[in-house]
């Protein structure tokens, strides 16, 4: 990396991921792990070391970065993000309940805050779609849609959402398939207390 460029590691992380029209080799890989080694508090490039990995095909690893991004910087909104968004396609949806819980908006999240990108509110609202989705809240997951037809109506990512929402069969099963796992939890935990209360009773 040359010297006037060790101080920009913002537009420098970018490049690297863009570069050779958004090819992501071993070479970028490395290149964003020296940057990371050098900038290891500025979690954007943990975020393109994440992405570079998915894209060489190397998934596992790109999974446990997104653990370290939320646990190095959990305040990080996109960290956040990519780290709801693994849980929900682990179909650990109660972990991502836990994290968004009632906060539907990005407002309601990050209440101290009182401007946001219009990457951020498409990143953020676009994952509490898709949970809300993936439990069977369509109508609610098309309400938020709202948001972002209105922002950036030809975005890639709403253009994406707007596809998911055009499933609502999708929506219907994968809900149906969550609340038995949420009955089938609530059974196992019921068990197990009845379970404890016998061997205390012995």
């Known amino acids: ?18 570069k050779k029209g958004g090819a992501c080799g071993p ?9 990371r080694a050098r900038y290891p508090r500025i979690p954007l490039i943990w975020n393109h070391l994440g992405a570079a990995l998915g894209a060489a095909g190397d998934q596992a690893s790109a999974e446990r970065l997104v653990e370290e991004v939320h646990r190095e910087f959990p305040d990080h909104l996109f960290g956040f993000v990519s780290y709801v968004r693994l849980c929900i396609l682990r179909g650990e949806m109660d972990v991502a309940e836990e ?14 805050r009182e401007r946001f990108h219009v990457s951020e509110v498409l990143s953020y609202t676009s994952v509490v779609i898709v949970y809300l989705f993936m439990i069977g809240e369509a109508d609610r997951a098309r309400s938020a849609f709202k948001i972002m037809e209105d922002l950036a109506p030809e975005h890639l990512e709403t253009t994406r959402i707007r ?7 999708l929506s219907m099963l994968a809900g149906a398939i969550f609340e038995m ?6 059974g196992r935990t019921v068990s197990s207390r009845l379970s404890q209360d016998e061997q205390r009773r012995g």
């Not at 070479?27 to 940057?35: F, I, K, M, N, Q």
């Open 27 to 35: 070479e970028v890989v490395s290149e964003l792990e020296a940057l």
């Open 99 to 112: 994290l968004i819980g009632r906060k539907l908006f990005i407002g309601a999240m990050y209440p101290d």
């Open 163 to 169: 596809y998911l929402l055009q499933q609502p069969e």
């Open 1 to 18: 990396m040359r010297d006037e460029d060790r101080e920009r590691p913002f537009e420098i992380g970018s490049m690297l991921v863009l």
């Open 181 to 186: 796992g949420r009955r089938s939890k609530r």
